[in-house]
Nanobody, 128 residues
Framework: QVQLVESGGGLVQAGDSLRLSCAAS????????MGWFRQPTGKEREFVAA????????AYADSVKGRFTISRDNAKNTVWLQMNSLKPEDTAVYYC?????????????????????WGQGTQVTVSS
């Protein structure tokens, strides 16, 4: 089992950058594929980025490709989401998610229902 705690959200202006962190508990973090999702107010949760347990494979939503970068450090039990060139439409609660997936180093998941564990979320607000 793993517990996830996000941090790093805040209020920024369009064009600014933020780095979200997700700290995971447990000794087997390196066995988990990780993902970031977001949910704007009044809208459904949507996929943002995903990374395999090895960190060698990543995926991004088209809306953030080229602006956001997902990365992880298994020694620190942490996954990050670097967000550059933020836009007002990036405003949402951002969630970190984990799925036990130790078998293939390149495997990641883009569907929310593939994940077993979720953090509490961190608010990102981008003003125009």
């Amino acid at each position: 089992q793993v517990q996830l705690v996000e941090s790093g959200g805040g209020l920024v202006q369009a064009g600014d950058s933020l780095r979200l962190s997700c700290a995971a508990s447990g000794r087997t973090f390196s066995s988990y594929a990780m993902g970031w999702f977001r949910q704007p107010t009044g809208k459904e949760r949507e996929f943002v980025a995903a990374i395999s347990w090895s960190g060698g494979s990543t995926a991004y939503a088209d809306s953030v490709k080229g602006r956001f970068t997902i990365s992880r450090d298994n020694a620190k039990n942490t996954v990050w989401l670097q967000m550059n060139s933020l836009k007002p439409e990036d405003t949402a609660v951002y969630y970190c998610a984990a799925r036990f997936s130790p078998y293939r180093a390149s495997l990641y998941y883009t569907e929310g229902n593939a994940y077993n564990y979720w953090g509490q979320g961190t608010q990102v607000t981008v003003s125009s």
